[in-house]
């Protein structure tokens, strides 16, 4: 699978909220490829160009909460999945964790937000499809996590 750099400068029409969490995606990525310490990794990532325009209270808790959180959000993504969370791609996985720590902890984004933004980080830095299984997984997520929530949307 290609992923494109993870270091790419996120675009200049994000939200602070967007930019946010891609830099949370790249950390979580860079905690599940290398298990290096969240404090370096927030260090590096803050040094990036362009992290002066994202919201850095959401940065921080995607990055500490989904690290912190990652076994019971793990527990909650693995009966969703066709296969192995070992085996999903870096992107994928970091993807779903962040979108499965707001779906959780962040009540006041709607659960239509917390999926899109999770596809839209998935599109940007994932393989071909990989936005279409975030999506998939996502969406059962939600409906466990926000039933009341999607129940009176519909």
């Given amino acids: 699978m290609t ?7 996120p675009s200049k029409s994000r939200s602070p909220r ?10 979580i990525y860079q905690w599940l490829l290398n298990h290096e310490d969240v404090a370096v990794i927030e260090t590096h990532i803050r040094n990036a160009h ?3 325009k994202a919201d850095t209270a959401h940065f ?5 909460g989904s690290v912190k959180e990652v076994v019971e959000l793990r527990h909650q993504i693995s009966p969703l999945l066709d296969r ?3 085996e999903l791609s870096p992107v994928e996985h970091a993807a779903l964790l962040i979108g499965a720590f707001e779906l959780k902890n962040h009540l006041e984004i709607p ?12 599109k940007s830095f994932g393989g071909a499809d990989g936005h279409k299984y975030v ?5 059962k997520l939600s409906s466990q996590l926000r039933g009341t929530e999607i129940i009176g949307k519909k």
């Fill in 18 to 27: 967007h930019r946010a969490r891609e830099f949370a995606l790249q950390g």
């Fill in 50 to 52: 362009g992290f002066e």
């Fill in 135 to 139: 999506n998939g997984v996502l969406d």
């Fill in 111 to 122: 659960y239509r937000v917390v999926i899109n933004e999770a596809v839209e980080l998935t």
């Fill in 84 to 86: 192995p969370i070992t």
């Fill in 3 to 9: 992923t494109k750099s993870l270091h790419a400068n």
């Fill in 60 to 64: 921080e808790a995607l990055i500490y």
